[in-house]
Structures are given as structure tokens and as C-alpha cells.
């Protein structure tokens, strides 16, 4: 019944750019927060951005300066602008919404995307 839908990954030379986008569809009431994790084999998912309903945001310190997240509220939709990229940012990328659905207002869950691989490498 929600759906998250991840664009953008792929394949980019160390100092490069990409920009990810995350659009989130079906019955939701609201969306508190999004962002984006990434993982790598063996390793845990970990945060990458995240941001609030207010446009609060959050960076896990090996991405601040460098990585910029936003949100169109409108669209239910995040991006990750991602800037300046080193190799050690090769992951797959995950977006995730907190969001209540229409079925059950006043209690938030978790939703993730499909994951979208991004790989820095020369």
C-alpha cells in the first residue's frame, strides 16, 4: 500500500556527483521523516541524511560538507544531492519514510526502498 521508489545511482569517478531521488506513493497520511542509509557487504546499514517534516536534518559526520539532503513535501519525495564522492562511498543506497498511512493514523512505521547501487570508483 506505499510504495518508495529510488532514481539516481550508478556508476561515478571519485570527485564526482550524483543525485538521488526517492519518491514515496500510496495511501499516506503523512510523512514525519525521510532519509537515506546505505550498506556495504558485511556491514551494517548505516545513516547517511535524514530530514523531518520541518526540514530539520541530520549527516552522519563522513558526508557533512559534502552531501546535501532535501525534500519536496508535496511530491512525498527526498533527494540526495551527493557531492565531492570518495570511494568508501560505494554502498547501495536505501531511502526510508516514517510516514503514517490512512489505515492507521497517529502510529508511524517504517517503509525502506528497493536500494539503488552506488559505485565510486576510477
Known amino acids: 500500500q506505499v510504495q518508495l521508489v529510488e532514481s539516481g545511482g550508478g556508476l561515478v569517478q571519485p570527485g564526482g556527483s550524483l543525485r538521488l531521488s526517492c519518491a514515496a506513493s500510496g495511501s499516506i497520511f503523512s510523512i514525519n521523516a525521510m532519509g537515506w542509509y546505505r550498506q556495504v557487504p558485511g556491514k551494517q546499514r548505516e545513516l547517511v541524511a535524514a530530514?523531518?517534516?520541518?526540514?530539520?536534518?541530520n549527516y552522519a559526520d563522513s558526508v557533512k560538507g559534502r552531501f546535501t539532503i532535501s525534500r519536496n513535501n508535496i511530491k512525498n519525495t527526498v533527494y540526495l544531492q551527493m557531492n565531492s564522492l570518495k570511494p568508501e562511498d560505494t554502498a547501495v543506497y536505501y531511502c526510508?519514510?516514517?510516514?503514517?498511512?490512512?489505515?492507521?493514523?497517529?502510529?508511524?512505521?517504517?517503509?525502506w526502498g528497493q536500494g539503488t547501487q552506488v559505485t565510486v570508483s576510477s
Open positions: 530530514i523531518t517534516s520541518g526540514r530539520s536534518t
Open positions: 526510508n519514510a516514517r510516514l503514517e498511512t490512512f489505515y492507521q493514523k497517529g502510529t508511524s512505521y517504517d517503509y
